[in-house]
């Protein structure tokens, strides 16, 4: 007993011997939603004496931690260092983010080793750091149609831009092409040169933009790894980065049966947008559309494109939602973006050899049906809709948006 006592005094006294080193983190303030982003831990060593250590700290939920190939030190239970004396180390990890949002990076935890061996002593850093995840932009358009960014170039720059279409002033001739709109016919420079010709007109500037972002139910759904949301938010962004070329002003609106934020037209400033969207939350609620399209049409006086990313299958939601954007189309020029459940439309056009699959392949039937049919009374109802795939949503709003400024519908 007394051999005992004896060793837990020195091992007591041992790590009562040990030094504690700081440790500080370097985290990046903004990343992308699934994209691989690099976080930094700096380990000092004020001491004259080399100390052995394992390092690890808190991280949100919703952060993946990536290992390093050939790395068999896992985190969670401490990656091992060894400080020389009065020195710093940095160890690196990286992370990928699963939800957008403000993710939380919390305490440093340490466990150093005691001179003699006997004892690990431990310390814990605080430490609070904030990683803001927004929309991933450039993963969407990985392996997708390049034709937004052709849109970009057509019209980059702060630079007065000229586009063809039917906006309100005119700038030039040339001669018909197939798929041109008859209205923008020159009759009498057609006469003239004894060939069609038609009219080119600069895309109007200075426009207001609406951004409206259903974050109900319908939204929360994860398609392709992310929410439905994030697709819409990740177009808004693109959206706006156009807007700023054009000169419009971009305003936005985000709700589910409350109104979570409004914000009026201003220039556009996606990075602005940005911070709003990555604070967007979604609810398993319905969309409460009649007091959203209120609120638009008190706070938003002035005629606006408002774009609006939903999705449509219940019925009275449905109903709701198509009453709204017609009454608001009296004064504003909508349009819907709905975004697609590829994963239903499979379901409904599965073979179905069991009653149970048919049952399944009957009610995803009825939904798909339920959808077109609601686009449908959108499109009789004068009301502009782009039906899309989640990953094509990002390409195909971009194009909309450019053909209402080249056409002047706004």
Same mark, same amino acid.
């Given at each position: 007993?007394?051999?005992?006592?004896?060793?837990?005094?020195?091992?007591?006294?041992?790590?009562?011997?040990?030094?504690?080193?700081?440790?500080?983190?370097?985290?990046?303030?903004?990343?992308? !939603?699934?994209?691989?982003?690099? #976080?930094?831990?700096?380990?000092?060593?004020?001491?004259?004496?080399?100390?052995?250590?394992? $390092?690890?700290?808190?991280?949100?939920?919703?952060?993946?931690?990536?290992?390093?190939?050939?790395?068999?030190?896992?985190?969670?239970?401490?990656?091992?260092?060894?400080?020389?004396?009065?020195?710093?180390?940095?160890?690196?990890?990286?992370?990928?983010?699963?939800?957008?949002?403000?993710?939380? $990076?919390?305490?440093?935890?340490?466990?150093?080793? @005691?001179?003699?061996?006997?004892?690990?002593?431990?310390?814990?850093?605080?430490?609070?750091?904030?990683?803001?995840?927004?929309?991933?932009?450039?993963?969407?358009?990985?392996?997708?149609?390049?034709?937004? !960014?052709?849109?970009?170039?057509?019209?980059?720059?702060?630079?007065?831009?000229?586009?063809?279409?039917?906006?309100?002033?005119?700038? @030039?001739?040339?001669?018909?092409?197939?798929?041109?709109?008859?209205?923008?016919?020159?009759?009498?420079?057609?006469?003239?040169?004894?060939?069609?010709?038609?009219?080119?007109?600069?895309?109007?500037?200075?426009?207001?933009?609406?951004?409206?972002?259903?974050?109900?139910?319908?939204?929360?759904?994860?398609?392709?790894?992310?929410?439905? #949301?994030?697709?819409? !938010?990740?177009?808004?962004?693109?959206?706006?980065?156009?807007?700023?070329?054009?000169?419009?002003?971009?305003?936005?609106?985000?709700?589910?049966?409350?109104?979570?934020?409004?914000?009026?037209?201003?220039?556009?400033?996606?990075?602005?947008?940005?911070?709003?969207?990555?604070?967007?939350?979604?609810?398993?609620?319905?969309?409460?559309?009649?007091?959203?399209?209120?609120?638009?049409?008190?706070?938003?006086?002035?005629?606006?494109?408002?774009?609006?990313?939903?999705?449509?299958?219940?019925?009275?939601?449905?109903?709701?939602?198509?009453?709204? !954007?017609?009454?608001?189309?009296?004064?504003?020029?909508?349009?819907?973006?709905?975004?697609?459940?590829?994963?239903?439309?499979?379901?409904?056009?599965?073979?179905?050899?069991?009653? @149970?699959?048919?049952?399944?392949?009957?009610?995803?039937?009825?939904? #798909?049906?339920?959808?077109?049919?609601?686009?449908?009374?959108?499109?009789?109802?004068?009301?502009?809709?782009?039906?899309?795939?989640?990953?094509?949503?990002?390409?195909?709003?971009?194009?909309?948006?450019?053909?209402?400024?080249?056409?002047?519908?706004?």
């Amino acid at each position: 007993m007394a051999a005992d006592a004896i060793i837990l005094l020195v091992a007591w006294l041992d790590g009562r011997r040990t030094p504690l080193p700081s440790a500080s983190r370097l985290v990046p303030r903004i990343a992308a !939603l699934g994209e691989v982003t690099e #976080v930094s831990i700096d380990v000092v060593n004020p001491t004259r004496r080399a100390l052995s250590l394992r $390092l690890t700290d808190d991280l949100d939920p919703s952060l993946r931690r990536l290992p390093h190939p050939g790395d068999t030190d896992e985190w969670e239970d401490g990656v091992r260092l060894h400080l020389p004396a009065d020195s710093t180390i940095r160890c690196s990890y990286e992370v990928r983010p699963r939800t957008r949002g403000f993710l939380a $990076l919390g305490a440093i935890h340490l466990r150093t080793r @005691s001179p003699w061996g006997f004892a690990w002593r431990r310390s814990t850093i605080e430490a609070a750091d904030t990683l803001q995840v927004q929309p991933g932009i450039r993963r969407l358009l990985r392996d997708r149609s390049g034709h937004a !960014l052709r849109w970009g170039l057509r019209t980059a720059g702060a630079r007065r831009s000229r586009q063809w279409g039917e906006g309100r002033e005119f700038e @030039s001739l040339r001669d018909y092409a197939e798929g041109d709109d008859p209205r923008i016919i020159d009759w009498k420079a057609s006469a003239r040169r004894r060939r069609f010709v038609v009219r080119n007109y600069e895309a109007e500037r200075s426009q207001n933009i609406v951004l409206a972002i259903d974050a109900g139910r319908h939204m929360r759904e994860r398609l392709e790894d992310r929410e439905r #949301v994030d697709f819409a !938010l990740a177009a808004g962004m693109m959206l706006a980065t156009r807007a700023r070329n054009f000169g419009d002003r971009i305003g936005a609106m985000v709700f589910d049966d409350r109104i979570r934020h409004v914000s009026p037209p201003r220039r556009a400033d996606p990075g602005a947008l940005a911070r709003i969207f990555a604070g967007v939350e979604t609810r398993p609620v319905e969309p409460n559309y009649p007091l959203a399209f209120a609120t638009l049409a008190r706070t938003f006086r002035k005629r606006a494109l408002v774009i609006l990313f939903c999705d449509v299958i219940d019925e009275a939601v449905s109903k709701a939602l198509v009453t709204s !954007l017609t009454r608001i189309g009296r004064a504003h020029l909508p349009l819907a973006v709905a975004i697609r459940n590829l994963a239903l439309e499979k379901a409904a056009a599965r073979p179905a050899p069991t009653p @149970s699959e048919a049952f399944h392949r009957a009610a995803a039937e009825e939904l #798909v049906q339920a959808r077109a049919t609601t686009l449908q009374v959108m499109r009789q109802s004068g009301i502009l809709v782009v039906d899309t795939p989640p990953g094509d949503a990002l390409v195909r709003t971009l194009d909309k948006y450019v053909e209402i400024k080249e056409r002047g519908l706004l």
